[in-house]
C-alpha cells in the first residue's frame, strides 16, 4: 500500500510562487510514474505535470509549462512541483497520484485514473 501526503500550499498574489510536497510512504518501488493534478471547483481534475520516475523525464499541461517544474527526491521519497508566475486561474485543491500500473508516463501522466491520491493541498492566487 502506497500513502501519499501532500504539503505547501497557500495563498499567494498572482505573479509569486510556491513549492508543494507530496511525501510517498509504503512500497514504491514498483511505481514508475508519478503526476500531479489540480481541481477547482466545478471543474475536472487536470494532470498538470508527470515524471517518469526511473529517469527523471518530466511531462506538462500546456496551461503550466515554463511556469511549473515538477521535480523528485527518491532519498526523501518526495515529489515536488515548484509553481513560478502564478495565475489567480491556478487556484485549485493539489493532489499527487502515483500507480504501479502507469507505465507509459509521457502517454498517461494526465489521465486521472490513479490508483492512490493524496488529501490535496489548496493553493489560492489572488489578483
Known amino acids: 500500500q502506497v500513502q501519499l501526503v501532500e504539503s505547501g500550499g497557500g495563498s499567494v498574489q498572482a505573479g509569486g510562487s510556491l513549492r508543494v510536497s507530496c511525501a510517498a510512504f509504503?512500497?514504491?518501488?514498483?511505481?514508475?510514474?508519478m503526476a500531479w493534478f489540480r481541481q477547482a471547483p466545478g471543474k475536472e481534475r487536470e494532470g498538470v505535470a508527470g515524471?517518469?520516475?526511473?529517469?527523471?523525464?518530466?511531462y506538462y499541461a500546456d496551461s503550466v509549462k515554463g511556469r511549473f517544474t515538477i521535480s523528485q527526491d527518491n532519498a526523501k521519497n518526495t515529489l515536488y512541483l515548484q509553481m513560478n508566475s502564478l495565475k489567480p486561474e491556478d487556484t485549485a485543491m493539489y493532489y499527487c497520484?502515483?500507480?504501479?500500473?502507469?507505465?507509459?508516463?509521457?502517454?498517461?501522466?494526465?489521465?486521472?485514473?490513479?490508483?492512490?491520491w493524496g488529501q490535496g493541498t489548496q493553493v489560492t492566487v489572488s489578483s
Open positions: 497520484a502515483a500507480d504501479p500500473r502507469v507505465l507509459y508516463c509521457d502517454r498517461d501522466y494526465s489521465i486521472p485514473k490513479y490508483q492512490h
Open positions: 509504503g512500497y514504491t518501488y514498483n511505481i514508475y510514474c
Open positions: 515524471i517518469y520516475t526511473g529517469g527523471g523525464t518530466t
